[in-house]
């Protein structure tokens, strides 16, 4: 074991090459396939990036209409798949109900499961992108007591998501441009973000020839956690925990420096980047649109900006560079499209699903892939004999 680097957390080992995302973290700088995040977030569109991801080139105008027409195809959920949802508790976690509904796909799809096959793989590709925002509506619905309603294909997919989980069958659902495009917005700005926990384990995964939809559900799964994407949930908590107990942000910060109770800001800090995550920057920004014109819960906002405000002036955020990342203030937006904490992880996992699925590509497409499979070092008894007349 003389050669093994010890490297816990991969702070500074690449698992892979990849040409999908760049991320320079000192500078704060994000880009897909070379196109800086701001001008996506300015003219392009969900559906449009995940073809980016996925492909490498924005589509031409007809390659849009194609990507966006088969994906609305492929939106109907297999009757089978939707008995699936009554086999859960009422309060079930959505997460983990998406991510059994997903690696459940690769059995209702078992004939296209060929990583190697490039129809196979085209025909998995749209039909995750277009069945997942169904799969999370129902796990909505089903958390809701409502009934689950059909899709309908003349809407696009984050309007056709936006229905699904909140109209109801007795009346039309009336869709809210504003919402439309905040949304869309942020699932772009979720689309992808290199080798993360949850990316690198779709790659860990993906690397024993495990098909798309398993690769995918274990991701789903690695995501879950409070330090992922689970810290957006994690941050309303906080800052709902701070306004019922009237905490002020000061009180609040030295319980975070002491490290009390192991407390942490959530939706701070980053592994990579050590500047402010440029995401969280347009998100701010969305935040306060959007409540403008929904009348959110303006007092969350408010804490949420106190708290960014003394950490930014703080030496020990300073000291650590410590930012607001990502999930810092999708929360509040959430909260005011009228979505729960818990589907605010899922709101991510829609969102990162394009990244997921451009990795894994990448993955099978390169003909030097290895299987994943890191060394350790041992810590445990050498070796001894097991007592003897025992
Ligand atoms: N609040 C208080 N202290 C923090 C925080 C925080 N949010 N983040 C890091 N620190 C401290 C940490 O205690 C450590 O201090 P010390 O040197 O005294 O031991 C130092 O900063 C370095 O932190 P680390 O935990 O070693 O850094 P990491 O790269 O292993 O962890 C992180 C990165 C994102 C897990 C961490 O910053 C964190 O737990 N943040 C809160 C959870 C969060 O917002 N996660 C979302 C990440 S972005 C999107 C996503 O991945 O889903």
Redesign the pocket.
Known sequence: TGLVTYDP?F?NTANTKSAITYIDGDEGILRYRGYPIEQLAEHSSFLEVAYLLIYGELPTGDQLEDWDQNVRMHTMLHEDLKGFFSGFPRDAHPMPVLSSAVSALSTFYADSLDPFDEEQVHISTIRLLAKLPVIASYAFKKSLGQPMLYPDNSLNLVENFLRLSFGVPAEPYELDPDVVKALDLLLMLHAD?EQ???TSTVRLVGSSQANMFASISAGINA?YG???????E??LNMLRKIQAEGIKPEEFMEK??N?EDG???????????KNY?PRAKIIKSTAEDILNKLGGNDELLDIARRLEEKALADD??VE?R?YP????YTGVIYKAMGFPEKMFTVL?ALGRLPGWIAQWRELMEDKTTKIGRPRQIYTGVQSRDYPAGR
């Open positions: 957390g702070m973000h993360n926990c949850s995501l409070p330090l992922h994407g689970g810290a957006n994690a941050v975070v420096k490290k407390v942490k800001l959530m939706g701070f800090g980053h592994r990579v980047y995550d020990y955020f650590r410590l990342n990502v999930d810092f991510f």
